[in-house]
């Protein structure tokens, strides 16, 4: 079956660290995102890819670094200077960017203990 | 900014009701309009979607109303059961700024 999958589901980060949100995709779509929700706030977007080896900010990519080394993956790194990192990370994808047909992860909720 | 902007933000039906989430935009380049389902822990899942052109769209209990003029367009579950509680999202998709969601609506049917 193909799909997005976002690993681990939950994970705990302690102040001060960094983490790493795992996304992969089957799909064979070029463009991937990632998204923050927090209750009543929707969808936010963090960083999104177009392409291989490319990606832009999004509107709240302060405290948070991707990479895309390869089509499938798009990993999300929380660093400690994200102030507020508590919240459900949701990873996305599209055959190319600007084109419907969003796919969506399962998430993983992070919290700061 | 907010350029999508979604209400109410919580809503309780009773089983059999009508529910209705209404959205509103501002950007006229947005040029696709989609409706996401969410259950607690899950991704979203794309429910209905709609183009600028069309008036209305059917599936099933789902339905999406588009009023281009005003700018505006909803979503309305007819016979909305229990298994239908979930939180909405409207969207919008514009091909530069790629997808803009609402801030979602918590939907409870009580049996």
């Known amino acids: 079956d193909g799909g997005i999958t976002q690993s681990p589901k939950y994970l705990f980060r302690k102040e001060g660290q960094n983490v790493t949100l795992s996304c992969e995709q089957n799909?064979?779509?070029?463009?991937m995102y990632w998204y923050r929700q927090d209750p009543g706030q929707g969808l936010r977007l963090i960083y999104y890819s177009q392409i291989v080896n490319d990606f832009q900010k999004g509107d709240i990519a302060e405290g948070y670094s991707v990479s895309r080394e390869k089509k499938e993956s798009f990993p999300l790194t929380v660093t400690s200077a994200q102030k507020n990192p508590t919240a459900f990370y949701l990873c996305?994808?599209?055959?190319?960017?600007?084109?419907?047909?969003?796919?969506f992860g399962s998430g993983t909720r992070l919290t700061v203990v | 900014q907010q350029q999508v902007k979604q209400s109410p933000q919580s809503l309780i039906v009773q089983k059999g009701g009508i529910s209705i989430i209404n959205c509103a935009y501002e950007n006229t380049a947005f040029d696709y309009f989609p409706w996401y389902q969410q259950f607690p822990g899950k991704g979203p899942a794309l429910l209905i979607a709609?183009?600028?052109?069309?008036s209305e769209k059917k599936e099933g209990r789902f339905t999406i109303s588009f009023n281009k003029s005003a700018k505006q367009f909803s979503l309305h579950i007819m016979d909305s059961q229990p298994g239908d509680s979930a939180t909405y999202f409207c969207a919008a998709l514009d091909s530069v700024s790629g997808l803009t969601f609402g801030k979602g609506t918590h939907l409870i049917i009580q049996p």
């Open positions: 799909l064979n779509h070029d463009a």
């Open positions: 709609i183009r600028p052109d069309v």
């Open positions: 996305a994808s599209t055959p190319t960017q600007g084109i419907y047909g969003y796919t």
